[in-house]
């Protein structure tokens, strides 16, 4: 069973326009949660990370909002940009020193020109 | 840093063969993480080592596959004897200590015929 789950797999956005991208856990020793933007043919890069104790992480276009009752995170980019076409991982653990990160299977975002 | 560095990039051999996956983490990172990617399961942990000690392998499929860390540079997967479903991108990523985000390789993409 997952425990991070992306239910959309794919979502296409205007350039300029916001893209919201969504996770939901079902674990609820989930404390930490981390966003990966993945490019073909390279690895997940660190995007951005929020812990329980916050609902809200904002750096740059990039803005994690996390609703614990809900279990539910999203992934707001504004405003979206081409250059943000990539598949976003979202990640989550027990405590933000928690060795086993558990993935969701990812979202493909295409930002159209 | 050149970041973490896996070799090979792609591997193809048949099934029955032995694989070895190789990577060498970020100096200075001491956990360091093995991963396997595929369209049905998405991102799974296979194994992680925190100083050179392997830490949790719950996630090693079975047998055939066995991970070492002999020193804090360099580490190895390997795969023996390989099986078609063996078949996926294989990613190695180190964390440094009190780190809360990894470090991604650009993976190995392994095919079994």
Partial sequence: DQQVKQNSPSLSVQEGRI????????????????????????????????????????????????????????????????????VYFCAASVGNYGQNFVFGPGTRLSVLP | DAGVIQSPRHEVTEMGQEVTLRCKPISGHNSLFWYRQTMMRGLELLIYFNNNVPIDDSGMPEDRFSAKMPNASFSTLKIQPSEPRDSAVYFCASRPTGGASQYFGAGTRLSVL
């Fill in chain 1, 19 to 86: 893209s919201i991208l969504n996770c939901d856990y079902t674990n609820s020793m989930f404390d930490y949660f981390l966003w990966y933007k993945k490019y073909p043919a390279e690895g997940p890069t660190f995007l951005i990370s929020i812990s329980s104790i916050k609902d809200k992480n904002e750096d740059g276009r990039f803005t994690v909002f996390l609703n614990k009752s809900a279990k539910h995170l999203s992934l707001h980019i504004v405003p979206s940009q081409p250059g943000d076409s990539a």
